[in-house]
């Protein structure tokens, strides 16, 4: 990889230095072992990373990633307690909470009343899986996902936990997940970017996401997220002006690619070379985009499938029968932000209308790959940021209460793509607060996935200001039993 900065201060780039270098000393094996100080390996035995080989065969090709933003209450979802329901309005026991941490909305309160679940939880499948009746649909594919109710983080609010989870980081300003896809994988499909962004927005308190979740960080910027929207033009700036047809366009760029090219072998700045890539995609997807988001094409059964909501643009059902054209098409990694998770008060109501939004859907998305023969080769994710308290938040009352967050566990699922499907990985105690068995935090987290997609995470990294970024930061670690 390259040093911007002693590129430009020499006015020279990496082609240029080699070929001085060898025309010097008449040997570019030596070049090659005087390269690795300057352009930033650690020593002359370190294997370079390439950018679009993985490290070793993959189990999936791609993936689907279901964020729940605002994070979903595993305790009404995927974690039955009914320890909580016994011991309803008694007070949290200190030995449970060991002075833990608390937010400063809770932190305040002189009572921490437990309080169970509103809705009821039964078994399903070979594995005898709780669900909640909140997830009808997915109580039915049970067999086909794996449960992790062990997951835990280390940010105890949205911003810093959101960000956690998209970029390996608390701070901002790194490289997101889909990013990192991007740049060790690279694209399927030469017409369409290898990270696509969706966002929809359900009926209950939403926490804004914003574009650092999907910013390339330190990579170059052809590995950004690239956002969908639900209006006439899906991609922003993607159609001609008026009075310009295509043959316009291809002159243009041609003229534009030349006078950037130039500028490339003058200053070696590797973001120019990146423009002139993402205007030749905008020009390729320009014919690719339309035919893929329209949705009108789509047989009865997969409306029926994913419920008559899947033919209103910006809905989640929408963007998940999106998610699946995108990802058959060969976009790497697909984003789905589902916004309205945040349940402090008024649980009982809210998560019912965000569990409405999603369950069918998202049930619908692993059906559907499955019957196409995709599954297998697509990784699905769904989960958001942490969990919930077991205790009240505010005001308890026979069928109303609220949850404030909790980062010390919580639930996500998984499907296909190489995930051992049909287990609940991973245990709480009886109260839902603590882990008991097999934890699983973010770093390990991003450290299975990437390995899922035939990378090592300790490997792919990208030098940065002096230091080797990755996604996993210097942490994490591939937990054998969530693959198959």
């Known amino acids: 990889m390259k040093n911007e900065f002693i590129e430009h201060h020499l006015n020279m780039n990496r082609r240029k230095f080699l070929s001085r270098l060898s025309l010097g000393i008449g040997s570019v094996a030596l070049g090659s072992l005087l390269i690795p100080d300057l352009f930033g390996k650690s020593s002359i035995n370190e294997a370079p990373f390439i ?7 993959p189990k999936a090709k791609r993936i689907i990633y279901l964020f729940q933003n605002g994070a979903p209450s595993q305790l009404e979802s995927f974690d039955y307690k009914p320890k909580l329901r016994e011991m309803m309005g008694q007070e949290l026991p200190p030995s449970i909470r060991m002075g833990q941490r608390l937010t400063g909305m809770t932190a305040g309160q002189s009572s921490f009343p437990l309080v169970g679940s509103h809705y009821d939880f039964k078994q399903y499948g070979e594995a005898r899986a709780w669900v909640s009746d909140l997830f009808p649909h997915t109580a039915q594919i049970v067999d086909d996902i794996c449960i992790v109710r062990s997951m835990f983080t280390e940010a105890i609010n949205h911003d810093p936990a959101l ?5 390996g980081a608390q701070q901002g300003n790194r490289a997101s997940f889909g990013s990192w896809m991007s740049y060790g994988l690279g694209s399927e499909n030469k017409n369409l970017p290898a990270f696509c962004v969706l966002l929809s927005r359900g009926k209950g308190n939403g926490q804004g996401v914003y574009s650092k979740l999907w910013s390339n ?19 922003l700036y993607l159609n001609n002006p008026e009075g310009i047809d295509m043959a316009n366009r291809r002159q243009m760029l041609d003229q534009l690619a030349s006078l950037n090219d130039q500028s490339y072998k003058d200053f070696g700045d590797p973001e120019i070379s990146t423009k002139i890539q993402q205007y030749e995609m905008a020009y390729r997807m320009q014919t690719a985009v339309p035919e893929l988001t329209d949705l009108s094409k789509e047989s009865d059964d997969i409306i029926k499938l994913y419920g008559p909501e899947c033919l209103v643009p910006g809905t989640f059902a929408a963007n998940c029968l999106l998610a699946r054209k995108l990802s058959e098409s060969g976009v790497r990694f697909v984003q789905l932000y589902h916004q309205g998770w945040d349940q402090h008060g008024n649980l009982p109501n809210e998560m019912a ?13 692993i059906t559907d790959l499955k019957q196409r023969g995709l599954l297998d080769e697509t990784l699905v994710i769904w989960g958001g940021e942490f969990g919930r308290t077991n205790y009240c938040q505010g005001k308890m009352t026979a069928d109303n209460y609220g949850r404030d967050h909790h980062p010390r566990c919580f639930s996500i699922w998984m499907a296909g793509g190489g995930v051992k499907p049909g287990i609940v990985y991973g245990e709480t105690d009886e ?16 450290a299975t996935v990437l390995h899922l997609m035939g990378l090592d995470h300790e490997k792919l990294t990208f030098k940065h200001q002096g230091r080797r970024y990755r996604l996993t930061d210097v942490a994490g670690k591939v937990i054998p039993g969530l693959m198959a």
Do not use: C, E, W
């Not at 950018?51 to 065969?57: K, L």
């Open 217 to 235: 960080g330190f990579l170059d910027s052809i590995h950004q997220g690239v956002q969908f929207s639900s209006g006439d033009n899906p991609v």
């Open 431 to 446: 109260f839902g607060y603590n882990i008991v068995k097999d934890p699983v935090h973010v770093h390990d987290f991003h």
């Open 163 to 167: 960000t956690f989870f998209q970029t």
């Open 51 to 57: 950018p679009g080989m993985p490290h070793f065969a």
């Open 353 to 365: 209308g965000q569990a409405k939004d999603v369950d069918r859907a998202s049930a619908a998305l």
